[in-house]
Nanobody, 124 residues
């Protein structure tokens, strides 16, 4: 079992940047395909991005392409989400998740372990 802890959230003005981190413990993060999801108030959790174990392949939802970048440092047991050009509609709790699957997927049901989330608030 892996334990995931997100950090790096906060309040930022529109157009600003944040880098979220997801630190893993219990098992090495290199054992998992990793994803980022978010949930805004009153909305369902939605997929943001995912990355394969090696970091060689990534997958983004359309509305973050060109603005967000997912990466991982397996030596540090950490996955990152660099978020640039933030918009008020990016305001949400951001969650990282780990999957034992081998195919990149946006389906939350395919992820086995979840962090507690970190709040991102973008002001206009």
């Amino acid at each position: 079992q892996v334990i995931l802890v997100e950090s790096g959230g906060g309040l930022v003005q529109a157009g600003g940047s944040l880098r979220l981190s997801c630190a893993a413990s219990g098992r090495t993060v290199s054992s998992y395909l990793m994803g980022w999801f978010r949930q805004a108030p009153g909305k369902e959790r939605e997929f943001v991005s995912a990355i394969t174990r090696s970091g060689g392949n990534t997958y983004y939802v359309d509305f973050v392409k060109g603005r967000f970048t997912i990466s991982r440092d397996n030596a540090k047991n950490t996955v990152y989400l660099q978020m640039n050009s933030l918009k008020p509609e990016d305001t949400a709790v951001y969650y990282c998740a780990a999957s034992v699957k081998f195919v990149l997927t946006p389906e939350s049901s395919q992820y086995d372990y979840w962090g507690q989330g970190t709040q991102v608030t973008v002001s206009s």
